[in-house]
């Protein structure tokens, strides 16, 4: 099994930066992907970014296209979301999610159904 924990969420106001951290830990020895999912209140909970496990490509939302950066460090088992520019539309709760597959399309990467494991959220607000 996989665990994922997620840190690294709170209050900004818009126009501030976060910076969300996600670390794996158990049988973290065959994880691929890695992106991240959120969900606002009243709304389905929907891609944001991914990574591969070489860390090349990237795949972004066009919502955070440009505003937001996922790297990854694979010597501690940990990706991460930067977050800039932020916009009250960006409040959400924010998962991180990991699989274990090379797919072979971009849209694989985007798809919730793709991931396996799945963190427990980290809370965003931004405020106006």
């Known amino acids: 099994q996989v665990q994922l924990i997620e840190s690294g969420g709170g209050l900004v106001q818009a126009g501030g930066s976060l910076r969300l951290s996600c670390a794996a830990s158990?049988?973290?020895?065959?994880?691929?992907?890695m992106g991240w999912f959120r969900q606002a209140p009243g709304k389905e909970r929907e891609f944001v970014a991914a990574i591969r496990g070489s860390s090349t490509p990237t795949y972004y939302a066009d919502s955070v296209k440009g505003r937001f950066t996922i790297s990854r460090d694979n010597a501690k088992n940990t990706i991460y979301l930067q977050m800039n520019s932020l916009k009250p539309e960006d409040t959400a709760v924010y998962y991180c999610a990991a699989h274990s597959t090379s797919y072979s399309t971009t849209y694989a990467y985007t798809r919730q159904s793709s991931y396996t494991y799945w963190g427990q959220g980290t809370q965003v607000t931004v405020s106006s």
């Open positions: 158990g049988r973290t020895f065959n994880l691929y992907g």
